[in-house]
């Protein structure tokens, strides 16, 4: 009986989180000005440019390398650099942004650092795995480039390791970027919720002194 209530409780409360996410949303929509949520509205578009901006040069340097030119293009497009900017978009969305409007975070720079891991793994960790998979892959089925078998994990890896030392230092200015990226669009997004709540409170605070000194003439006459 009591593990059925628990269950009931946890599913409304569930519900009444989606309905406030969705309030939530609603009202950043219809805010005005928009640029006082600028960053609330807009995370999908700068996450997914920036990762994806990341993700196709890294597809594009091993690609180059193992000679694949116009073959297997969308092929190996799609999964470096189409799915790893969706995933992040969808993790700051729900680790982020959802706790951020909820209010359920107790420490902001914890939130921001968390953004900037996601933001990490999503736009370079996750290209850099997928990109010279799919380039060996591709190399290995077209018959571009000559590659260890893969039996030979070793002799693979230090074909990957000789593919990514000419671009190097520029993964590291990559990888700085996406970390420095997902920190500061959500600091720029708390900003923008604590914006919008100093406004409604301002708001509050006028409508009720109205409301008093409506209340003080209204007795002053009787």
């Given at each position: 009986?009591?593990?059925r209530?628990?269950s009931?409780?946890?599913?409304?409360?569930t519900h009444n989180?989606?309905e406030d996410?969705?309030e939530a949303?609603?009202?950043i929509s219809?805010?005005?000005p928009?640029?006082?949520?600028?960053a609330?509205?807009?995370?999908?578009?700068?996450?997914s440019?920036l990762g994806?901006?990341t993700?196709?040069?890294?597809?594009?340097h091993y690609r180059?390398?193992?000679?694949?030119?116009?073959h297997?293009?969308?092929?190996?497009l799609?999964?470096?650099v189409?799915?790893p900017?969706l995933?992040?978009?969808l993790?700051h969305?729900h680790?982020?942004q959802?706790?951020?409007?909820?209010?359920k975070?107790q420490c902001?720079?914890?939130?921001e650092?968390?953004a900037g891991?996601?933001?990490?793994f999503?736009g370079?960790?996750?290209?850099?795995?997928?990109a010279?998979?799919?380039?060996?892959?591709?190399a290995?089925r077209?018959?571009?480039?000559s590659?260890?078998?893969?039996?030979?994990p070793?002799a693979?890896?230090?074909e990957f390791?000789?593919?990514t030392r000419?671009?190097k230092s520029?993964l590291?200015?990559l990888a700085?970027?996406?970390l420095a990226?997902?920190?500061?669009?959500?600091?720029w997004?708390?900003?923008n919720?604590f914006?919008v709540?100093?406004?409604l409170?301002?708001m509050e605070e006028v409508?009720?002194?109205?409301?008093?000194?409506?209340k003080?003439?209204?007795?002053s006459?009787?």
């Amino acid at each position: 009986m009591s593990s059925r209530l628990n269950s009931y409780g946890t599913q409304k409360h569930t519900h009444n989180e989606l309905e406030d996410l969705e309030e939530a949303y609603r009202f950043i929509s219809q805010w005005k000005p928009s640029s006082d949520v600028f960053a609330l509205k807009n995370f999908p578009y700068a996450i997914s440019a920036l990762g994806s901006c990341t993700a196709a040069y890294i597809n594009a340097h091993y690609r180059k390398v193992v000679k694949l030119r116009h073959h297997a293009f969308v092929a190996s497009l799609i999964p470096v650099v189409v799915l790893p900017p969706l995933v992040g978009t969808l993790m700051h969305h729900h680790f982020i942004q959802r706790p951020l409007l909820l209010q359920k975070f107790q420490c902001p720079v914890c939130l921001e650092l968390r953004a900037g891991g996601i933001q990490l793994f999503a736009g370079f960790i996750y290209p850099m795995v997928l990109a010279p998979l799919a380039a060996f892959q591709f190399a290995s089925r077209l018959y571009t480039y000559s590659l260890p078998d893969i039996s030979q994990p070793k002799a693979l890896f230090k074909e990957f390791i000789k593919m990514t030392r000419p671009i190097k230092s520029k993964l590291y200015v990559l990888a700085g970027i996406q970390l420095a990226a997902g920190m500061l669009w959500t600091h720029w997004e708390a900003h923008n919720l604590f914006t919008v709540m100093s406004k409604l409170s301002h708001m509050e605070e006028v409508v009720r002194k109205h409301h008093e000194e409506q209340k003080e003439k209204e007795d002053s006459v009787f």
